[in-house]
């Protein structure tokens, strides 16, 4: 009796509930249909904070990052299996045994019947002025800001990615005490007994290179040897009893054979020297192994290779220097100027004797206002909105203190400043210590002495008649070159090659067309992107300008 009487009053509680909670349920949706709803804030017009979506990009691209590998990781499993894993034989035998069995033919041809049976076809039609404007819709279609957001960074990070590799490779080889992956050229691989091409040092250093380059090419493509001519060279001065000794010499290791390799002193004899102009190896397109051309040099082991290809392997295996400026240049990099490879922008101000040569100096502000275009390449900025290093390579270094105005929160680094600060006192007549008087007969110490100690002040008589040239001079001027000592010859090679050295290796490279030094930075660095030039035909790529080299 008591369980019976505990379940009438179980039931009566549940009853009571079930119907106390439908009228406050009706209560509730009586009031929700008269009390005012709120308006919902426009969505629409919230715009994502900057930080924010660059937050979900870099979310969005580490999960493809991740998913891909993760996929091609179980696909390498699967397709190196011994079973061709997770990829079962189709089952072919899964159908009508006595119906019709289809041949599917390769390449199959269309019959006559077939032929008849399709729709003519008809010449294309150029649009029509009515065709255009129906079909405007379309082309003014745009990608959602969102989209094309993801599209740009993952563009931007795969470039980006290759850029530090093969800029890190770069420095790794450049900077060895091998010059690793650049071996020797073959220089012996040609006939022995034919024509021997000589060819000029013509113009200044990177214009010489420039031409022998394409001039070994040539020699090489009609299997002759060749050697380089410095008889007439601007760059090999004659000493005070009018003896020329060589310039290249100097600088990097023999390209050619050396003028008395066995080979050219015997075609000498039997008058087989062929003197060639550079204008051979320049005014055809053909012979400048333009972009996209094909060359074929058996004798180097190409069958078959493209132009831009070609000159790339080519140069660093032509171009050695000396272990003493490639360990100069390296140290100066890093020691002297703080700068890690692919890390830090480059500018090449090229002005001196360009300006006899007819072409019109690009103004600095435009190197500015490029450089802030690809700020977006360096993590330091993106990250930490830290400016990346420029350095500024120039032969005219009055646009340092330009530079510096326009942008006082830059760091501009060049190699302008380790000549002017080691040199401050001795030329402004400040007192310094006696150890740091160097005497000596050779003047070429001074540059090696500054170089190990940038921020020492040596002092020098070599430094009274070279400081005296150096600041009436305003930018470099090939004519003037016979009028520098060997220290200041020196100095202005450790110095260039420093800066070359400091292009090839920069992320972004931002220079213009007109100078031999930016041909020759251009196929020292292992890609075509990041490479600016802010001379080209105006709304024209650069690659309208270097694919022609």
């Known amino acids: 009796m008591a369980l019976l009487f505990v379940f009438v009053v179980f039931a009566l509680f549940a009853s009571s509930s079930a119907r106390l909670n439908d009228g406050l349920r009706r209560r509730l949706d009586e009031n929700a249909a008269v009390a005012p709803q709120e308006e919902p804030a426009p969505q629409e017009t919230t715009a994502t904070p900057p930080q924010l979506q660059a937050v979900t990009n870099i ?21 190196c299996s011994d079973d061709w894993a997770n990829a079962p034989p189709l089952p072919y035998e899964n159908c009508d045994p006595n119906g019709p069995v289809n041949a599917i033919q390769e390449n199959p041809v269309a019959t006559d019947q077939q032929s008849s049976t399709e729709e003519p076809a008809t010449e294309k039609q150029e649009p029509t002025e009515q065709t ?4 405007a819709p379309q082309a003014t ?21 290759e850029t530090t590799a093969h800029i890190t490779k770069l420095h790794q080889d450049m900077c060895s005490d091998d010059w690793a992956n650049a ?7 040609c006939d022995p007994n034919g024509p021997v091409n000589a060819i000029p040092l013509f113009g200044g250093l990177t214009n010489a290179l420039k031409m022998i380059l ?3 090419v040539g020699s090489w493509e009609e299997n002759r040897c060749f050697f380089v001519d410095e008889s007439q060279s601007h760059l090999n001065k004659p000493d005070e009893h009018g003896v020329r000794h060589g310039f290249l010499p100097k600088y990097m290791e023999t390209i050619g054979l050396p003028t008395d390799h066995p080979i050219v002193v015997k075609a000498r004899e039997e ?42 392997h080519l140069i660093r295996r032509m171009w050695r220097p000396h272990p003493k400026y490639r360990k100069s240049s390296c140290a100066a990099l890093e020691n002297t100027h703080g700068l890690k490879a692919a890390e830090y922008m480059a500018f090449s101000v090229r002005r001196g004797d360009k300006g006899e040569e007819k072409f019109a100096f690009t103004e600095l502000s435009e190197y500015i206002a490029e450089a802030e275009k690809h700020l977006y390449r360096f993590s330091s900025f993106m990250e930490n909105h830290i400016v990346p290093k420029i350095f500024v390579a120039t032969d005219d270094c009055s646009v340092m203190s330009e530079f510096r105005r326009m942008r006082p929160s830059w760091t501009f680094v060049s190699e302008c400043d380790v000549e002017e600060n080691s040199k401050a ?20 110490v001074m540059s090696e002495f500054r170089r190990m ?26 004519r003037e070159f016979k009028d520098w000592g060997e220290a200041a010859e020196d100095a202005h090679f450790t110095k260039f090659f420093t800066e070359i050295y400091a292009m090839a290796m920069s992320r972004v490279f931002i220079g213009v067309g007109y100078t031999n030094v930016s041909w020759w930075v251009y196929f020292l660095r292992p890609f075509r992107h990041s490479f600016i030039l802010l001379d080209k035909p105006k709304g024209q790529p650069d690659s309208r300008v270097f694919d022609n080299w």
């Open 453 to 478: 100690r940038p921020s020492w002040v040596f002092v020098s008589e070599c430094d009274v008649e070279e400081n005296s040239k150096a600041a009436a001079q305003n930018g470099f001027a090939l």
């Open 214 to 216: 394409l001039g070994g």
């Open 59 to 79: 979310v969005e691209e580490s999960r493809d990052e991740l998913e891909t590998t993760a996929h091609i990781t179980k696909l390498h499993q699967d397709m």
């Open 425 to 444: 006192a001795f030329i402004h007549g400040e007192s310094y210590r006696a150890e740091d008087f160097v005497a000596t007969d050779d003047c070429s």
């Open 141 to 161: 279609t745009v990608t959602p800001p969102q989209l094309q957001a993801v599209t740009t960074a993952v563009e931007v990070s795969k470039d980006e990615l």
């Open 271 to 312: 008058n087989r020297i062929v003197k060639r102009e550079w204008s051979d190896f320049w005014v055809e397109m053909s012979a400048r192994r333009a972009y996209g051309q094909k060359a074929k040099l058996p004798s180097l082991g190409f069958p078959e290779i493209e132009g831009h290809d070609l000159k790339r």
């Open 132 to 135: 255009q404007e129906e079909s």
């Open 183 to 189: 071996p020797p050229l073959p220089y012996e691989n």
